[in-house]
């Protein structure tokens, strides 16, 4: 399994952009990435995934260098409620494969 | 997306007695669920793979005979924790799948079991 390093910690303050690093740099070619995030004493909500193009959706935007080996989850516009730890997981494209969760990165969000 | 839901959401008991957690996709047919376990600052450590009428794959250093996996329809698999005993005490979450297309895993709320 590919192996992710997501820095610990961030702050960001409320209303600004939230940038999230990744680094799979062992990300195999029929591995997506695949970002999820866990509010306390929650169960881990998805966000967004790519292969390797950008992407965009409601909640965030997925940025994937062009080599795949790191992405940056962007939270645009940063809430309290956007508090919660960030894990980004390589994930096989098709079939039910288990998902290796790292340490992820804690993200606080202050008023 | 697809809803998981899991029962009971807390669960105390007493040191030796057993814990039945359900967990249900309501609204897809999920082929394959994951349990995975947590404990408090710690990440989700995947205990076992279960697919619909199979035997479930554990993860190296799970228990299989303490941790009873049952996968017996498309839309419910159980997590059975025999003989509970206070290290026990974790946060318990289910994922499913339906295996199909993108591999998207849907994740319940969690089940917090406390053991006396």
């Known amino acids: 399994d590919a192996k992710t390093t997501q820095p610990p910690s961030m702050d960001c303050a409320e209303g600004r952009a939230a940038n999230l690093p990744c680094n799979h740099s062992?990300?195999?070619?029929?591995?997506?990435v695949y970002w999820y995030r866990q509010i306390h004493s929650q169960g881990p909500q998805y966000i967004i995934h790519?292969?390797?193009n950008n992407e965009t959706n409601e909640m965030a935007s997925l940025i994937i260098t062009e080599d795949r080996k790191s992405s940056t989850l962007i939270l645009p516009h940063a809430t309290l409620r956007d508090t919660a730890v960030y894990y980004c997981?390589?994930?096989?494209?098709?079939?039910?494969?288990?998902?290796?969760f790292g340490q992820g990165t804690r993200l606080t969000i202050n008023p | 997306g697809a809803v998981v839901s899991q029962h009971p959401s807390r669960v105390i008991c007493k040191s030796g007695t057993s814990v039945k957690i359900e967990c249900r996709s309501l609204d897809f047919q999920a082929t394959t669920m994951f349990w995975y376990r947590q404990f408090p600052k710690q990440s989700l450590m995947l205990m076992a793979t279960?697919?619909?009428?199979?035997?479930?794959?554990?993860e190296q250093g799970v228990e299989k005979d303490k941790f009873l996996i049952n996968h017996a329809s498309l839309t419910l698999s159980t997590l059975t924790v025999t003989s509970a005993h206070p290290e026990d005490s974790s946060f318990y979450i289910c994922?499913?799948?339906?295996?199909?297309?993108?591999?998207?895993?849907?994740f319940g709320p969690g089940t917090r079991l406390t053991v006396l």
């Open positions: 997981t390589p994930i096989i494209i098709q079939g039910a494969q288990k998902l290796v």
């Open positions: 994922s499913a799948s339906s295996g199909l297309g993108y591999n998207e895993q849907f």
């Open positions: 279960s697919n619909e009428g199979s035997k479930a794959t554990y």
């Open positions: 790519g292969l390797k």
């Open positions: 062992t990300i195999s070619g029929n591995e997506y």
